[in-house]
């Protein structure tokens, strides 16, 4: 790995003064860690691997350069390009990223009085409206895989230009969900051009695949656990009362602005009705929902207009929601690195966030391996009126528990498959 020399500030990146000038009226003081070793090497051309914890600051760290290196080449780009270019492709998971990074792309911009075209596509909304948008290409594009293929069989978008290639969420977009996709864009990406890799987690069957992608990549993995403004609490409860404790726990604290995961779309209307119940209203945010329902339902979460909002993983990938206070694990998620991005919404950019996971004893041999992964150890807690039994410290030599004998019956009943004691750590809710 090569050694990387960590700039002081923004100006010691070799950004040039429409950028400079742009992150001082943000209010941007000094490079996050992940922006000062990468942002360099990126100017210089180099292919990257980045890892950082969310909130840290990727997209500024991909952005920034980007945006420089095509204001540098455009005169010479516009000249020699024909038909629906794009020179810089980022690759995105999930439709509300593809428009977040645009909008931080453009943001980012102002300063080059509109010279340089941002465009992001995705599925959910009218092909139509896109394709107009592209006539001419597109010098920055965003975009979703399927939308983005659907665009280049309409002949709406070339890549033959393409100088610089973004893969956001990488841990995301090498996996086994968007190989066929990324495969077929790669076919029509010109042999020679820069790509980047950003991502919380890089799974090692992900980091396999990355050797064929790269040329002589700088790694760079920035993880600051031990300055993190996250906050991360396990709380155990029996199966039955998880719905009990995830409305007495809003109500108690009075959290206005709390993002509770689940992992079916089905379970997310289930929740919210039985919440509901509870006196605790709730929306709900998945796939099923249309792009127009999906940004209606974000934008009011984001203002605050709505305090509980209940969403499957699609929500975990990239969402910034300005001080968003608590992220609950109401469901853990199937992957460990999923933990990471569920987590990684709250705490973001400094601020003080509460990541709660609410386990049971059928989930407790799974957060041991989300832990074991993520290489992390939180205390059990449990909260008063909502005790769970014992859990035991070792889910892979749990004893069984026996189910209590019903009112009533000579018959005996079967113990469970699954019941673990254990050590209870006990800390004030």
């Given at each position: 790995m090569t050694a990387i020399t960590i700039p002081a500030n923004f100006t010691e990146l070799g950004l040039i003064p429409p950028l400079l000038a742009r992150l001082t009226e943000l209010e941007y003081q000094q490079p996050t860690p992940i922006q000062a070793q990468a942002i360099p090497s990126i100017l210089a051309g180099r292919d990257l691997i980045a890892g950082a914890n969310t909130g840290s600051g990727k997209t500024a760290t991909f952005a920034l350069p980007l945006l420089q290196q095509i204001h540098a080449e455009k005169p010479l780009s516009s000249k020699n390009s024909k038909g629906n270019y794009v020179t810089g492709l980022i690759l995105v998971p999930t439709r509300e990223?593809?428009?977040?990074?645009?909008?931080?792309?453009?943001?980012?911009?102002?300063?080059?009085?509109?010279?340089?075209?941002?465009?992001?596509v995705f599925g959910g909304v009218s092909v139509n409206t896109q394709m107009l948008a592209l006539r001419g290409g597109?010098?920055?594009?965003?975009?979703?895989?399927?939308?983005?293929?659907?665009?280049?069989?309409?002949?709406?978008?070339?890549?033959?230009?393409?100088?610089?290639?973004?893969?956001?969420?990488?841990?995301?977009?090498l996996s086994l969900g968007f190989t066929e996709e990324l495969s077929a864009i790669r076919a029509l990406l010109p042999k020679k051009k820069q790509i980047l890799l950003f991502s919380a987690t890089f799974p090692e069957e992900v980091k396999s695949l990355t050797e064929e992608l790269l040329n002589d990549p700088i790694e760079i993995q920035v993880q600051s656990a031990d300055a993190s403004t996250l906050v991360q609490r396990v709380f155990t409860v029996n199966k039955g009362q998880k719905t009990a404790l995830l409305a007495h726990l809003i109500k108690e604290n009075k959290?206005?602005?709390?993002?509770?995961?689940?992992?079916?779309?089905?379970?997310?209307?289930?929740?919210?009705?039985?919440?509901?119940?509870?006196?605790?209203?709730?929306?709900v945010f998945?796939?099923?929902?249309?792009?127009?329902?999906?940004?209606?339902?974000?934008?009011?979460?984001?203002?605050?207009?709505?305090?509980?909002?209940?969403?499957?993983?699609?929500?975990?990938?990239?969402?910034?929601i300005e001080k968003l206070p608590v992220v609950i694990n109401f469901d853990l998620p199937r992957s460990p690195s999923d933990y990471m991005h569920r987590i990684g919404r709250s705490g973001r950019a400094g601020e003080v966030g509460l990541a709660?996971?609410?386990?049971?004893?059928?989930?407790?041999?799974?957060?041991?391996?989300?832990?074991?992964?993520?290489?992390?150890?939180?205390?059990?807690?449990?909260?008063?009126?909502?005790?769970?039994?014992?859990f035991t410290r070792d889910a892979f030599s749990a004893p069984e528990k026996p189910m209590a004998k019903p009112e009533g019956s000579g018959k005996k009943k079967n113990k469970n498959k699954v019941q673990i004691n254990a050590d209870i750590w006990l800390r004030n809710s």
């Open positions: 990223l593809a428009k977040q990074v645009a909008d931080s792309i453009k943001s980012y911009a102002v300063h080059f009085n509109g010279s340089i075209k941002t465009i992001a597109a010098d920055i594009l965003v975009a979703t895989p399927g939308r983005l293929l659907d665009l280049i069989s309409s002949n709406a978008i070339k890549l033959d230009l393409v100088k610089t290639l973004v893969l956001d969420e990488a841990d995301r977009m959290w206005r602005q709390v993002l509770i995961f689940v992992n079916a779309k089905n379970s997310c209307n289930h929740l919210a009705d039985k919440l509901s119940k509870r006196g605790v209203t709730a929306e998945h796939g099923d929902k249309g792009q127009a329902a999906r940004s209606r339902v974000l934008e009011a979460f984001k203002s605050g207009e709505i305090d509980v909002l209940i969403a499957t993983d699609i929500a975990a990938r990239g969402l910034d709660l996971s609410l386990i049971d004893h059928e989930d407790y041999h799974h957060f041991n391996v989300i832990e074991k992964k993520n290489k992390i150890r939180l205390e059990r807690e449990e909260v008063a009126g909502f005790e769970a039994g014992e």
